[in-house]
């Protein structure tokens, strides 16, 4: 009998995709007493199926070699229905409770945000006495638990006696209005996060990671105090406090009243974290000297007063004490600089070899600087500009020109560079240096930015500086900027100034293979999504600001692996 031609693989795909069993399953009765559902009648309907596929299988064997369209629907189908019965017919009530455990936790590791993990687990033990059964009696079913109850706050603790020993993965967030409601909820008061801790950190010993979001200072100041209080924290990797709240109507934070200038910064958790990596303070001042701030991979520091801020020197120290510093993260803050001083402090910078991921936002040119001047990453593969607004920022890309040499996603969001001369040569010499660079995002960039993409590279090197072995031509025989850049993400960016960077790329026969657009800006219409399908390979909606692309997610997968945290559990949370 000759081979049968295989199916078309386009046909399986679209019979196998998620989102068409996921309709299946959304329009299907869900199981009750009422719907009785015998068991030889499905056995027999899989059998008839079953047979069916060979007969069609042996059907295309006969046929030519390029296959019958009709026929390989017919196959697909039939494949997804004996997929579903069996499904219907598995005896999963039979599994051992450590393997029906498994699942479960397969289910809750295929949440793709918190909430719905939260969801997953109420579903699960909502479906019969044996799955509640075997999920209330697995500890690690329940250490993942986001505080979204009101005061007191009766489900999430029950959660967490639930999890008994298990390492705790725990955030509090501000109360957020239900469907029925029509106003906001009160914010937490210190009283009431004071209580909620009381109950929290008695198992502060198996709490690995704790985030915070609070919308007042004494409310956070409260997290602080008890940290304090409340004995060695052995357990936990990562902390996150957060002092802020969301505009009524948009999602621009807002800064609330500060701590008294009489207010003693508290040292976290009295000196003592052994395992903290990961730290984010928002808007939280801290007693930098004898916080425990040593081997972090991850530093993000948000809207820091000046007064509040480590020194200058400090800084050097903290840097010095994190040699596996994988992530940096500044917005509005930094190292505190002395102004007063007729001699400014200097200090040597510190290399950070594991350095991958940066974030500068917020700051003034000359303070910018400074800080980038206090360290080198010469591994550096992703570089995040943002809010620099205020004055020229030219400056600050020519201070980085031949410092990030590995760089290859580079976002600009709200980057003010003056349209003259100079920063025409500071922006493309600053762009040369970076030849690897693949992934552009921009949001509200400055127009001569993406010019430059378009230049000659050749026209702005000092041969001492830049070497020839950066020399890349296109088949016009020009060189051409970033040659290695094949994709980009557009925020809130002006599509005419973008369209001048697609259609100059097509031009130097190095188009872009894929350029995605946020769907929510109106600026995007039809005539533009057109014009730019012309001047790319391909063209695709973001349906949310902060989304990371698959492209990006290769990328960034890859930046875990060169600093060896490929494996960490840490940087697979979706917190």
């Given at each position: 009998?000759p081979?049968?031609?295989?199916?078309?693989?386009?046909l399986l795909?679209?019979?196998d995709?998620?989102?068409l069993?996921?309709?299946h399953l959304?329009?299907t009765?869900?199981?009750s007493?009422d719907l009785?559902m015998?068991?030889a009648?499905?056995k027999?309907?899989?059998?008839?199926?079953?047979?069916r596929?060979r007969?069609l299988?042996?059907s295309?064997?006969?046929?030519s070699s390029?296959?019958?369209?009709?026929?390989?629907?017919?196959?697909?189908?039939?494949?997804?229905?004996?997929k579903i019965?069996?499904?219907?017919?598995?005896?999963i009530?039979?599994?051992?409770?450590e393997i029906?455990a498994?699942?479960f936790?397969?289910?809750?590791n295929?949440s793709e945000t918190p909430?719905q993990?939260?969801?997953?687990?109420l579903h699960?033990t909502?479906?019969?006495?044996?799955?509640r059964?075997?999920?209330i009696?697995d500890k690690?079913?329940?250490?993942?638990?986001?505080?979204?109850d009101?005061p007191?706050f009766p489900?999430s603790l029950?959660?967490?006696g639930r999890?008994?020993s298990?390492?705790?993965?725990?955030?509090?967030?501000?109360?957020k209005?239900?469907p029925?409601?029509?106003?906001d909820?009160p914010k937490l008061?210190k009283?009431?996060?004071?209580?909620?801790?009381d109950?929290?950190?008695v198992?502060?010993?198996?709490?690995?990671t704790l985030v915070?979001?609070l919308?007042?200072?004494?409310?956070?100041?409260?997290?602080l105090?008890?940290?304090?209080?409340?004995?060695?924290?052995?357990s936990?990797?990562r902390f996150?406090?957060?002092?802020t709240?969301?505009?009524?109507?948009?999602?621009t934070?807002?800064v609330?009243?500060?701590?008294?200038?009489?207010y003693?910064?508290?040292?976290?958790?009295s000196?003592?974290?052994?395992r903290?990596?990961?730290?984010?303070?928002?808007?939280?001042?801290?007693d930098w000297?004898?916080?425990p701030?040593?081997n972090?991979t991850?530093l993000d520091?948000?809207r820091?007063?000046?007064?509040?801020?480590p020194s200058l020197?400090?800084?050097?120290?903290v840097?010095?004490?994190c040699?596996r510093?994988?992530?940096?993260s500044l917005?509005?803050a930094?190292?505190?600089?002395d102004q007063?001083?007729?001699?400014p402090t200097i200090i040597?910078?510190v290399?950070?070899?594991n350095?991958?991921?940066?974030?500068?936002?917020?700051?003034?040119?000359p303070y910018?600087k400074?800080v980038?001047?206090?360290?080198?990453?010469?591994?550096?593969t992703?570089?995040t500009l943002m809010n620099?607004?205020?004055?020229d920022?030219?400056t600050v890309?020519?201070?980085?020109?031949?410092?990030?040499p590995l760089l290859?996603?580079?976002?600009?969001?709200?980057?003010?560079?003056?349209?003259i001369?100079?920063?025409?040569?500071?922006?493309?010499r600053f762009?040369?240096s970076?030849p690897?660079?693949?992934y552009?995002?921009?949001s509200r960039?400055a127009?001569?930015v993406l010019?430059c993409f378009?230049e000659?590279?050749?026209?702005?090197?000092?041969?001492?500086?830049?070497?020839?072995?950066?020399?890349?031509?296109?088949?016009?025989?020009?060189?051409?900027m970033?040659p290695?850049l094949?994709?980009?993400?557009?925020?809130?960016?002006?599509m005419s100034?973008v369209?001048?960077l697609t259609?100059?790329?097509?031009?130097l026969e190095?188009?872009?293979q894929?350029?995605?657009y946020?769907?929510?800006?109106?600026d995007?219409n039809?005539?533009?999504?057109?014009?730019?399908?012309?001047?790319?390979?391909?063209?695709?909606?973001?349906?949310e600001?902060?989304?990371q692309?698959?492209?990006?997610?290769?990328?960034h997968?890859?930046?875990?692996?060169s600093a060896?945290?490929?494996?960490?559990?840490?940087?697979?949370?979706?917190?």
């Amino acid at each position: 009998m000759p081979a049968a031609a295989p199916v078309d693989a386009r046909l399986l795909d679209k019979w196998d995709d998620p989102g068409l069993l996921r309709v299946h399953l959304q329009h299907t009765r869900e199981p009750s007493p009422d719907l009785h559902m015998d068991l030889a009648v499905l056995k027999a309907r899989a059998q008839i199926l079953k047979a069916r596929i060979r007969d069609l299988d042996d059907s295309r064997a006969q046929s030519s070699s390029s296959g019958n369209e009709a026929l390989d629907i017919e196959l697909a189908a039939s494949r997804f229905k004996r997929k579903i019965l069996l499904w219907l017919m598995f005896p999963i009530n039979d599994l051992p409770p450590e393997i029906l455990a498994t699942i479960f936790h397969m289910v809750l590791n295929a949440s793709e945000t918190p909430m719905q993990a939260v969801l997953h687990r109420l579903h699960l033990t909502w479906v019969c006495g044996h799955w509640r059964h075997v999920a209330i009696n697995d500890k690690l079913f329940w250490n993942v638990i986001w505080f979204r109850d009101r005061p007191p706050f009766p489900r999430s603790l029950a959660w967490i006696g639930r999890a008994g020993s298990a390492p705790l993965e725990i955030r509090i967030d501000e109360m957020k209005r239900r469907p029925e409601e029509t106003v906001d909820p009160p914010k937490l008061k210190k009283e009431e996060v004071e209580e909620l801790l009381d109950k929290l950190l008695v198992k502060v010993a198996t709490i690995r990671t704790l985030v915070v979001v609070l919308g007042s200072w004494p409310a956070a100041s409260a997290v602080l105090e008890k940290l304090r209080d409340a004995g060695t924290p052995a357990s936990m990797e990562r902390f996150e406090l957060h002092r802020t709240m969301a505009h009524p109507t948009s999602s621009t934070p807002i800064v609330l009243a500060d701590p008294d200038d009489d207010y003693e910064p508290l040292a976290l958790c009295s000196g003592v974290a052994p395992r903290l990596r990961w730290l984010v303070l928002n808007g939280i001042p801290i007693d930098w000297h004898h916080s425990p701030l040593s081997n972090l991979t991850t530093l993000d520091l948000r809207r820091m007063a000046m007064h509040t801020s480590p020194s200058l020197t400090r800084w050097a120290e903290v840097l010095k004490s994190c040699p596996r510093l994988y992530r940096l993260s500044l917005d509005a803050a930094g190292p505190r600089l002395d102004q007063s001083s007729e001699t400014p402090t200097i200090i040597e910078p510190v290399e950070l070899s594991n350095l991958r991921d940066l974030y500068i936002g917020d700051v003034s040119a000359p303070y910018a600087k400074t800080v980038l001047s206090t360290f080198t990453a010469p591994g550096l593969t992703s570089l995040t500009l943002m809010n620099l607004i205020s004055e020229d920022y030219g400056t600050v890309l020519e201070a980085i020109t031949e410092s990030y040499p590995l760089l290859r996603v580079l976002a600009l969001y709200h980057v003010n560079v003056y349209r003259i001369d100079v920063n025409l040569f500071r922006v493309s010499r600053f762009l040369d240096s970076v030849p690897k660079l693949e992934y552009l995002k921009l949001s509200r960039c400055a127009q001569i930015v993406l010019e430059c993409f378009l230049e000659n590279p050749r026209e702005y090197r000092r041969t001492p500086l830049l070497p020839v072995h950066r020399e890349i031509t296109a088949p016009t025989g020009r060189e051409v900027m970033c040659p290695d850049l094949r994709y980009m993400s557009l925020h809130y960016q002006d599509m005419s100034q973008v369209l001048i960077l697609t259609q100059g790329r097509q031009q130097l026969e190095k188009p872009l293979q894929k350029v995605y657009y946020l769907a929510a800006n109106p600026d995007v219409n039809r005539q533009a999504r057109q014009a730019l399908q012309e001047s790319v390979v391909e063209v695709s909606p973001l349906f949310e600001f902060v989304l990371q692309t698959p492209e990006e997610k290769k990328i960034h997968q890859e930046m875990l692996r060169s600093a060896g945290l490929a494996r960490d559990p840490l940087y697979e949370d979706s917190w």
